[in-house]
């Protein structure tokens, strides 16, 4: 079993409707949540954190998160065809003083069709 | 602020040879976290330095090696290189503490002939 496990698409979404994306990761002790999105060519860039069970808006984003589920996911709302990418789940094994290691899923390619 | 910076951005280098690879990470912060990519293997953690400390490893061989040094910037190296090292080689910024978060640089896009 994967530590970060993704849904590698593509995921077609059609513009203006909700996109959404799934992670599901494998080691119970992780503390710490993260998207990133990473344009073709590019490197990953940090569009969400978090931490706590429930629900984290910011603005068109929108991240959840179910420890008892081990799920995390990620819901874009009006989706632009700018939105266009691949997403990148990663996990953060704990929050404290020394670990800062990254665990990626493989990601999923978002396509927004105009 | 300034972001995170990589030098060089690309490298072309032959089988057997070594390269060294820069990060200077965002002003403030004092963790750097290098990370390779691959289109098969995605993005691998390579090491972790903290205030000149080697913090964390990954499951990398012994040709990959690091260093910090007292302003924060980090090298790492890669010795005898093998086309199996061409890839993306990411370095990311931290405070180092907390539940903070990650910021990437630009990348280091490394060609093995």
């Known amino acids: 079993q994967k530590e970060v496990e993704q849904n590698s698409g593509p995921l077609s979404v059609p513009e203006g409707a909700i996109a959404s994306l799934n992670c599901t990761y494998s080691d119970r002790g992780s503390q710490s949540f993260f998207w990133y999105r990473q344009y073709s060519g590019k490197s990953p860039e940090l569009i969400m954190s978090i931490y706590s069970n429930g629900d984290k808006e910011d603005g068109r984003f929108t991240a959840q998160l179910n420890k008892a589920s081990q799920y995390v996911s990620l819901l874009i709302r009006d989706s632009q065809p700018s939105d266009s990418a691949t997403y990148l789940c990663?996990?953060?094994?704990?929050?404290?003083?020394?670990?800062?290691?990254?665990?990626f899923g493989t990601g999923t390619r978002l396509t927004i069709i105009p | 602020k300034a972001g995170v910076t990589q030098t060089p951005r690309y490298l072309i280098k032959t089988r057997g040879q070594q390269v060294t690879l820069s990060c200077s990470p965002i002003s403030g912060h004092r963790s750097v976290s290098w990370y390779q990519q691959t289109p098969g293997q995605g993005l691998q953690f390579l090491f972790e330095y903290f205030s000149e400390t080697q913090r964390n490893k990954g499951n990398f061989p012994g040709r990959f090696s690091g260093r910090q040094f007292s302003n924060s910037r980090s090298e790492m190296n890669v010795s005898t290189l093998e086309l199996g090292d061409s890839a993306l080689y990411l370095c990311?910024?931290?405070?180092?503490?907390?539940?903070?978060?990650?910021?990437f640089g630009p990348g280091t896009r490394l060609t093995v002939l």
């Open positions: 990311a910024s931290s405070l180092g503490f907390g539940t903070n978060e990650q910021f």
């Open positions: 990663a996990v953060k094994r704990g929050s404290n003083f020394g670990n800062e290691k990254l665990t």
